[in-house]
């Protein structure tokens, strides 16, 4: 579903959804290998957008060999929720993890903290990554990427096992109102990190997108065209099963 949502802005031979699998261990070679198939380009950037539970430090190790040397050693981006930074209880060590390997740390939801909050985030992650460049995120430029190199920080490695999260999706139904997009996400338990779905409300002809964020808000917004998978419900986390989801669904409709 979310690599659909940049088609309107990048042709669809620029972009390239993975199967699934974790791209920091069973989807490496998978990885690589759509990496070393991109044409050779002039100046070009390659960006991969890993979910939020990968395990940075084993996906930057790997993605270190067997790249083609047209390439430059990869560096890890991380984006850093100033707000929520250290506060998701047993994901942080995920969190910690992430921002250890990472040359650029991106600060976001800044209006929405303290200055004091700031400066102890700030300083937090200094102390975590005194390597890292640390920008806002209206001073994210494409141009300060060729100037990054590898982290030379040395981490402290996380169980990977830990990064091993549980995911499942179910199909969902046609909706009888907008509402129940807010109902079926504050109903699944919190222990679920990301929730995603598109699905169809009662006559529109279009598709809905939405989602909840690790900080249990709900994001709704039309999209783009229809879904190769269909509708569905997409859930990442402990807890995530099928009978559990279909439950919600079914008691709710």
Known sequence: MDIQQFLDKIDSKHVKALTGSCICCSGINELRNYVNGIPERKNGITLIEA?????????????????????????????????????????????????????????????????????????????????????????LDVDLLPELSPSKNIAERLEHQEAHWASCSVDLPVLPNIGCIDIICRNIPK????????????????????????????????????PITGTKLLTIGPGSLPEVLEKIIKTII
Not at 97 to 120: F, G, M, P, W
Not at 192 to 208: P, W
Request: charged share 25%.
């Open 51 to 139: 979910n939020g539970t990968s395990d940075a430090c084993s996906l930057m190790e790997f993605l270190g060999v067997g790249l083609n040397d047209r390439f430059l050693p990869p560096i890890q981006i991380s984006v850093v929720d100033v707000k929520n930074w250290q506060t998701r209880e047993e994901h942080n060590d995920l969190e910690f993890n992430q921002v250890q390997v990472s040359s650029l740390i991106v600060l976001t939801h800044l209006e929405k903290a303290s200055e004091n909050r700031r400066d102890l985030v700030i300083n937090e992650l200094k102390k975590v990554n005194p390597f890292a460049k640390i920008i806002t995120l209206d001073a």
């Open 191 to 226: 222990s679920i990190l990301r929730v995603k779905g598109c699905t169809k409300i009662a006559d529109d002809e279009n598709y809905t997108y939405f989602e909840r964020t690790p900080d249990g808000k709900v994001f709704i917004r039309p999209f783009r065209g229809v």
